[in-house]
């Protein structure tokens, strides 16, 4: 009896440690959670405001990323280079939005990584929408006891996707102008030839 008091105490106690040890661990989780949710949040507000000023401070060391462009970049003023040319696109008087869905992430000690997909909407200046999904993943660790932004990568579909289908329509009205551009000036240049011809005098007769 006293064999089994004893062992019931035991487990109790070793029961008491783990519920204490698991809640402080679901405690640092969910406040890393939160701050992630608060990192997206500026993100948001960053693009959406078109001040990505805001993003400079999240960026960690050593912060690389790939956009759904291809175009790699290195540092903030590589962010901020791509961003220019997005807006060069979409043209003064043009507006964008986006929102944020985060699918899962995963810790790793002081390092997160992140997926989901994003709601993007670009209006262009000369009046054409553009709608799309592209997914992400995104790395973020731990820096001087704050998370930091240190790799995000987006990926879309180039077989169903509406920027893409466009580009591909203006390449091949631009293909398309150029080769009667080019059927004009060879036309011009042939026509000159045979005037040209025309108006050579013929040899005199011997």
Known sequence: MFIRHRFFWRSLFVFAILFVFSSALWADEEADRSALRKISATYEDALNSNDLAKLKPLLADGFTGVMISGDEIKSFEDLQAFW??????????????????????????????????????FHTAAGKEFAFRPRWTAITRRQNGEWKIYRVEGTV?????????????????????????????????????????????????V
Request: proline share 3%.
């Open 84 to 121: 220019k040319k997005i807006w060069d696109l979409v043209g003064a008087g043009g507006s964008y939005h986006v929102t944020v869905v985060t699918d899962q992430t995963d810790f790793f000690g002081d390092v997160a990584v992140s997926r989901g997909y994003s709601e993007e909407m």
């Open 157 to 205: 579909n180039p077989m169903d996707n509406a920027v893409v289908t466009e580009i591909v329509r203006r390449a091949r009205i631009t293909v398309g102008v150029s080769g009667v551009v080019a059927g004009l000036v060879l036309g011009f240049l042939a026509a000159g030839g045979l005037w040209g011809r025309k108006k050579s005098p013929r040899p005199a007769a």
